[in-house]
């Protein structure tokens, strides 16, 4: 198989097994993939690397919210099998998918489950409801 239907192979396949929806930004040399709603993994293909990322997010100041992923694994695409290569890839993406969805928190007061960025600072209650509880006027 030529590296170009490598390449190929690998765009379907994780095109295939991101959690829905999906988006495809292709950038200068890389195509990034960010799966899930909210989203749960990110993932970056060069033409000789993938990185598979969790989904994350800081709040660098209480009004601006930075998307920083944390790295899961990244595979030397073209030195593998096929039939490895997919089954890691694969492994890793359910993997960044499983970690960050252990980061979710269920509000005690609406009952939500939430990313961990859309919570409040004491972790038992989304923002919406703590700025309600907290009486807060906008
Ligand atoms: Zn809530």
């Not at 970056?44 to 930075?66: K, N, Q």
């Not at 890691?88 to 007061?109: E, H, M, P, S």
Request: glycine residues 6%.
């Amino acid at each position: 198989m030529s590296v170009a239907e490598h390449y190929e192979q690998l765009l379907a396949f994780i095109s295939t097994h991101l959690p829905d929806p999906f988006t495809q930004e292709d950038g200068d040399g890389v195509v990034i993939f960010t799966g899930g709603a909210p989203s749960e993994v990110v993932v970056r293909l060069t033409d000789t690397a993938v990185f598979v990322e969790e989904y994350a997010v800081r709040w660098e100041t209480p009004f601006s919210a930075v998307v920083r992923p944390r790295r899961v694994g990244m595979v030397k695409w073209r030195r593998l099998p096929e039939s490895q290569l997919m089954s890691i890839v694969g492994d890793l993406i359910k993997g960044a998918c499983a970690t960050r969805r252990a980061r979710y928190r269920t509000c005690t007061f609406c009952g939500r489950v939430n990313p961990p960025e859309w919570m409040a600072d004491d972790d038992s209650s989304c923002q919406h409801c703590a700025e309600q509880e907290a009486g807060v006027v906008h």
